[in-house]
């Protein structure tokens, strides 16, 4: 299993406790050992949106995924 999938399944993991507040997180890109996401749906401008990114997202795949050294907002992408 490659490193894009390890990151699908273990957003998979967290994605139903985003779902119930009516948003989701969705994979853009592995980077570099940075991990890009997007929020959808109330995540949107929701003001926990850093909390979640970094107590959340960040720590588990930090643990799960051997490689990620950080989780970012897909818009803070560096152009290349």
Known sequence: ???????????????????????????????????????????EGCMMIDETLSSGVAILLQEEVPGVIDVKLASEKPNK
Do not use: H
Request: hydrophobic residues 45%; charged residues 25%; aromatic residues 10%.
């Open 1 to 43: 299993m490659n490193i894009e999938e390890q990151i699908q399944m273990t957003l998979d993991k967290i994605r139903p406790l985003i779902q119930r507040d009516g948003g989701d997180v969705l994979f853009d890109s592995f980077i570099d050992g940075i991990v890009y996401v997007n929020f959808i749906g109330a995540c």
